[in-house]
């Protein structure tokens, strides 16, 4: 039996940078952050005052005012991300077999700022007071279901919780659904809300945070350089679609690019720190090589983890050197945290959206605040000004917290991009 391919025809994002695809990558390319001192609270206590909060966002600009009050923010940009991705993609849903069509929502948070607003009503003015559809809307799958509720879809639906790598995970399964033949299309997506007190609370607590909260503070995230001292929480949504590949010929859709490959494995090695050697990140990219049948040379840009942490990005570092050995001094490697955050589950969906964009625009976005080297990262990290380059073929990398570590690739389609 023939492998089916599968493709992406459309895409949705929700981001600290823009909403829409072309409002994304117009910041991401031209290195305009969304980084900001923080509104949603005060955090001027807080060791660290910034985040990447999605500013004039508006839930009722894509669902009615009840569904958005009966919503997480987290759900909310999910179900936004999702009709944006519809539309993007051209789909005419009531064509199609609502069974074919399935959802995967990647959460590493789920609706955890909105349990923490819950239990404060709670605390002060009693159970009474406490919304009767919480414990229903504070889960990770209250997401899916609104999204499948709203668009009509019957088919698989799930949430797949990973932490940072639960994005590229929710593609591989949806990914891999289509392959088996259990479904046609697929929206593979995430959505994440962690600036809140009490959540912004715990990462201060653990001391991954930055503390860069000068004046400047899309300056905050600082990948691969001497001056990075930890990560910035970022929010938002987005969704792909992802489609076999005949199914999107025949409807003459707009194709993105084509899933080649992906591998996931753990260190085991401490659940609050990373391994510096980069062994068990290097060996996850050796598989996707093998999985997607590449080989390293087949690679012509890589979208890091690059999360401004120095533990992670020397990890990183020395992983992209033990897979490409010489190779990896001439392959672009480039950063899109210091842009959108560190939204978890949320960024992988938005490495993959900005990896489709280098293939079909042929143009690198540049790692920004890139300007003090670390001696020990001294790959091509693109620094502050974009590329023009012709890229066929990406890979990018999610490391997360746990040691758990997801690579995927993706290609150009027959000179369709």
Known sequence: MEKRRVVITGMGVVAPNGIGVDAFWDSLVHGRSGIRRITHFDASTYPCQVAAEVPNFEPTDYMDLKTS????????????????AIVDSKIDLDSIDPYEIGVIIGTGLAGNSYSENQHIIFIEKGLKRVSPFAAVLSCGHSAPGI?????????????????????????????????????????????EAPVSP?????????????????????????????????IVLGEGGAVLIL???????????????????????????NIFHIDPSGDVAADVMKMALKNAQLKPEDIDYINAHGNGSPEYDLNETNAIKKVFGELAYRIPVTSIKPIIGQSFSVTGILQMAACLLVIKQGIIPPTMN???????????YVPNQFRKSEVKTALMNSLGFGGGHTAMIAGKLNGLN
């Open 370 to 380: 890139h300007t003090n080297p670390h001696p020990e990262c001294d790959l091509d």
């Open 243 to 269: 489609e076999e590949l005949q199914n999107a010929k025949k409807r003459r859709a707009k194709i993105y690019g084509e899933i080649l490959g992906y591998a996931s494995g753990n260190e085991a090695y």
């Open 147 to 191: 999204i499948s509720l709203e668009l009509g879809i019957k088919g698989l639906n799930t949430t797949i919780s990973s932490g940072c790598n639960s994005g590229l995970d929710a593609i591989y399964l949806a990914y891999n659904s289509i392959r088996l033949g259990d479904a046609e299309i697929m929206l593979a997506g995430a959505g």
């Open 198 to 230: 009490y959540i912004m609370g715990l990462f201060s607590a653990s001391g991954i945070l930055s503390r860069n909260n000068g004046t400047e503070p899309h300056k905050a995230l600082k990948p691969f350089d001497t001056s990075g001292d930890g």
């Open 69 to 84: 009050k009966r919503l997480a923010r987290f759900a909310q940009f999910a179900l936004s991300a999702s009709k944006l």
